[in-house]
């Protein structure tokens, strides 16, 4: 069965999360180092064909007051070179997912220079979990 996976992008970094087959769990799933646009599309893409991904959701990270920044634009790209290499993809709106992933690291005893291997992965679970909560679980 196809597979939802979410992306948490980030300067540095692009956390990852994918559902199970029946499109109702969402794990963290790793990291991906950013280094450039072509080589993220090539591990995405890879991870896209190995899971068999049916969408892939980009976190969108507009502020509560409606303004876009750097993090928007980042996202618009990296949307647009899902599409562009024939993927199904689509933006969702991650607002406090960061946030939600340090309290979450937090609780679990790690400070925050160690939390950074994992909060990203974390991050792209809740932008998933929304998802999937508002679509019922349907893939």
Same mark, same amino acid.
């Given at each position: 069965?196809?597979? *939802?996976?979410?992306?948490?992008?980030?300067?540095?970094?692009?956390?990852?999360?994918?559902?199970?087959?029946?499109? *109702? *769990?969402?794990?963290?799933?790793?990291? *991906?180092?950013?280094?450039?646009?072509?080589?993220?599309?090539?591990?995405?893409?890879?991870?896209?064909?190995?899971?068999?991904v049916?969408?892939?959701?980009?976190?969108?990270?507009?502020?509560d007051?409606?303004?876009?920044?750097?993090?928007?634009?980042?996202?618009?790209?990296?949307?647009?070179?899902?599409?562009?290499?024939?993927?199904?993809?689509?933006?969702?709106?991650?607002?406090?997912?960061?946030?939600?992933?340090?309290?979450?690291?937090?609780?679990?005893?790690?400070?925050?220079?160690?939390?950074?291997?994992?909060?990203?992965?974390?991050?792209?679970?809740?932008?998933?979990?929304?998802?999937?909560a508002?679509?019922?679980?349907?893939?």
């Open positions: 069965m196809p597979r *939802i996976l979410a992306l948490d992008p980030g300067a540095r970094r692009v956390g990852l999360a994918l559902s199970d087959p029946l499109g *109702i *769990i969402a794990s963290p799933f790793g990291v *991906i180092a950013y280094r450039d646009d072509a080589r993220l599309l090539a591990d995405l893409r890879d991870v896209v064909s190995r899971n068999q049916s969408l892939v959701l980009v976190g969108f990270p507009v502020r007051d409606g303004y876009e920044g750097e993090g928007c634009l980042r996202s618009r790209r990296i949307l647009g070179l899902l599409q562009g290499a024939g993927l199904r993809a689509m933006l969702w709106d991650e607002a406090s997912t960061t946030e939600q992933a340090y309290e979450v690291t937090r609780r679990h005893g790690m400070d925050r220079r160690k939390s950074k291997a994992v909060k990203d992965s974390i991050a792209a679970s809740f932008i998933l979990s929304s998802y999937l508002d679509r019922g679980g349907n893939v």
